[in-house]
């Protein structure tokens, strides 16, 4: 399984962006997918997930600005980024848990990093 992720970039505060995360390999069904993030010399964080069902999660920071979408039909999740303020200045990197069916098990993995700066 292998995961692209792209849409970071230089956004002025109140700006926009939509992150991408292409999922692509074979003999998988994606269980959750989520959108961390992490600033330099700090933990890597959740801030958005999407399940298998629908069902999403926000860490509070993001609710009302944010919101995580998935695109079945082209195996890509998406995170649109509405009101950014500068403390949203981080890498985003996507992660997907998917179930194996011939194997019964599960794994998880990351995506490359996509660097976003809100700063004017």
């Known amino acids: 399984v292998q995961l692209q992720a792209s849409g970071g970039g230089l956004v002025r505060p109140g700006g926009s962006l939509r992150l991408s995360c292409v999922i692509s390999?074979?003999?998988?069904?994606?269980?959750?997918v989520g959108w961390y993030r992490q600033v330099l010399g700090k933990q890597r964080e959740l801030i958005a997930s999407i399940v298998g069902g629908g069902s999403t999660d926000y860490v509070d920071s993001v609710k009302g600005r944010f919101t995580i979408s998935r695109d079945n039909a082209q195996n890509t999740v998406y995170l649109q980024m509405n009101s950014l303020k500068p403390e949203d200045t981080a890498v985003y990197y996507c992660?997907?848990?998917?179930?194996?069916?011939?194997?019964?098990?599960?794994?998880?993995?990351w995506g490359q990093g996509t660097l976003v700066t809100v700063s004017s």
């Open positions: 390999g074979k003999d998988f069904n994606i269980v959750a």
């Open positions: 992660n997907v848990r998917v179930s194996h069916p011939r194997s019964g098990t599960t794994s998880q993995y």
